[in-house]
């Protein structure tokens, strides 16, 4: 529907039409950037699930592929669900899915290029005595989905988790191979978290405490540490935490019990969900992907045609500042859409002030900004706002003694249409500052069928340092990350009058008891290009 296009990014991941969910076996090889997804060929909503496949040179712009698998074998019929690779020393790449089987089983299965030496791996064989794992006793048929890309453990043999669960806890299951085809359920679970349900697509990894570089999913050792990554079926958000990892006994232990696994930390608080690491070996990166979804209709869904978008690939490190998070940042090479770049420094924001910012195209941006307030007007203050919740605390307009400053992005020229995205402080009564980080989707789009929430967590903002964020910003998507990654929102808005050139940005300072001044460097942002592999285009 062509009314609606301007909804489709300019620089995300997104299919030509139909529906879309996670991002599957992430891999780098022979020079190609390879993303697989989950697809429906036959419409914009969830069903037929197939595996997409794109292959790039720098994660930004793609070529689409042929499907790489297709549900056409009794233990895959009803869809070729979640799953991630594993890339052998020898080189060999081995694909691990779910299966929904012909009686509604979820399975996992083990697939294959035909032929490693093709950089585009365009042909998946699936191995002909699939499944290779069924539900063990005491985990329901449904309850048993998404193998993780697998390590070596001590005695040699690769592990690779899944997530089930018991009642109402979350389980990550283990299994053990030597060949990948026949394995073997280690007794105990490798970790589990009571309340927290189904966990789908559980993603493990260590990170290094010491080093900037990625780490291969084997390694372990002094310095590392190693993160549990869990997404929620019953609440729909992907939960993180920081941890050991004991590879004798199996067992990963969150550093702090009370932010464990589904309870603490989220990957992201916008709208995002099963999200996937890999390491890529070029880069000696860990990067992330993550599934957008949509928060309108199903038949907003339908007219449109189109359903869900990629994030940007986050690069991953350990916060070595605060050592209680990690930090997700774009990668680098979304840098090279930037062109014009307009910069705004030291502009005062006093109490209560809107300053409309000349951009240019305010569609698809980059934004680095950075908030300063006067710290001695915070250290004289009383107690104020205690308790703040970005979600139920009343959103962008509600003003308080330090907060909500920041930016205005997708906004038309008379604010009818918005998304703000903000800091906000509240100083408990033992003088401590804590500092939220929010994004406002009450009054992002006139459209009706629209869910409009307002998202947000804390986050740590040491001393000395300024408040910082960074927005992608493309048509109906902003990303926004505070504080260098700490804390992470992902915006899905669905404007229809901040559109084109009507789209605009804004400073805003809504505190009541501070000035600010900000620093603001943009850029707009290129199209990536993202098109069909021009198989058998033989013009020279
Ligand atoms: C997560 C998920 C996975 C499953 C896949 C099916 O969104 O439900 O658990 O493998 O999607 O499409």
Known sequence: N????????????????????????????????HLFYQYNPDGAIWGNI????????????????????????????????S??????????????????????????????????????????????????MVPPPGIGTTDFRDPTTAWVGPNGKWRVAIGAKVNKTGITLVYETKNFTSYELLEEVMHAVPGTGMWECVDFYPVSTTEPNGLDTSVNGPGIK???????????????????????????TPDDPELDVGIGLRLDYGKYYASKTFYDQNTQRRLLWGWIGETDSEAADILKGWSSVQTIPREVVFDKKTGTNILQWPIKEVEKLRSKSTSYQKVILEPGSLVPLDVGLATQLDILATFDIDTLSLESSLEADVGYNCTTSGGSSSRGVFGPFGLVVLADESLTEQTPVYFYIAKGTDGVANTYFCADQSKSSTAPDVTKLIYGS????????????????????????????????????????AIYSAAKVFLFNNATGVTVTANVNAWNMDSAHIDYF???????
């Open 83 to 132: 799953g991630s690779a594993t890339i052998l020393p020898d080189g060999r790449i081995i694909m691990l899915y779910t299966g929904d089987t012909d009686e509604l089983v979820q399975v996992q299965n083990l697939a294959y290029p035909a032929n490693l030496s093709d950089p585009l791996l365009i042909d998946w064989i699936k191995y002909p005595n699939n499944p290779v």
């Open 458 to 497: 804390s986050v740590p903002v040491l001393h000395g340092e300024s408040f910082s964020m960074r927005l992608l910003v493309d048509h109906s998507i902003v990303e926004s990350f505070a504080q260098g990654g700490r804390t992470v929102i992902t915006s899905r808005v669905y404007p229809t009058k």
């Open 534 to 540: 021009p198989f058998g285009n033989n013009d020279s």
């Open 50 to 81: 197939t595996w997409g496949h794109a292959i790039s040179k720098d994660l930004i712009n793609w070529f689409h592929l042929p499907f790489a698998m297709v549900p056409d074998q009794w233990y895959d019929i009803n869809g070729v669900w």
């Open 226 to 252: 190693h993160v549990l990554k869990s997404s929620l079926d019953d609440d729909k958000h992907d939960y993180y935490a920081l941890g050991t990892y004991d590879p004798i006994s199996n067992k990963w």
């Open 2 to 33: 062509a009314m609606l296009s301007w909804q489709r990014t300019g620089f995300h991941f997104q299919p030509p039409k139909n529906w879309m969910n996670d991002p599957n076996g992430p891999l780098y090889h022979l020079g190609w950037y």
